[in-house]
Nanobody, 126 residues
């Protein structure tokens, strides 16, 4: 029902910044809660940040608080993840996810999101 395409990943030096984008298809983007997850090699997929349908509520993993910012632009059918002060531990494939349901609080489990993008690689060198 909805297709998600991530972009903006790449190779950066520790302390640098990257801005990820997730473009969604469909006319009902504004009704979806959105989340960012990441999966490092050999590790489980983990929650990074989430934003509610209205954009009024956000949630961040402890590792992302103070460094990452999630936002959305419903007119452009796009959700963003601004990442500052990047660390080597942030190296992972980053995935965009969507959920048409109106959960409160924002869900942090990957299993709660039915729609996923293909991911974009973020590599942070020391």
């Amino acid at each position: 029902q909805v297709q998600l395409v991530e972009s903006g990943g790449g190779l950066v030096q520790a302390g640098g910044s990257l801005s990820l984008s997730c473009a969604a298809s469909g006319r009902t983007f504004s009704t979806y809660a959105m989340g960012w997850f990441r999966q490092a090699a050999g590790k489980e997929r983990e929650f990074v940040a989430g934003i509610s349908r209205s954009g009024g509520r956000t949630n961040y993993a402890n590792s992302a608080k103070g460094r990452f910012t999630i936002s959305r632009d419903d007119a452009k059918n796009t959700v963003y993840l601004q990442m500052n002060s990047l660390k080597p531990e942030d190296t992972a494939v980053y995935y965009c996810a969507a959920d048409s349901r109106d959960w409160n609080p924002i869900r942090t489990g990957a299993g709660g999101y039915p729609y996923w993008g293909q991911g974009t690689q973020v590599t942070v060198s020391s």
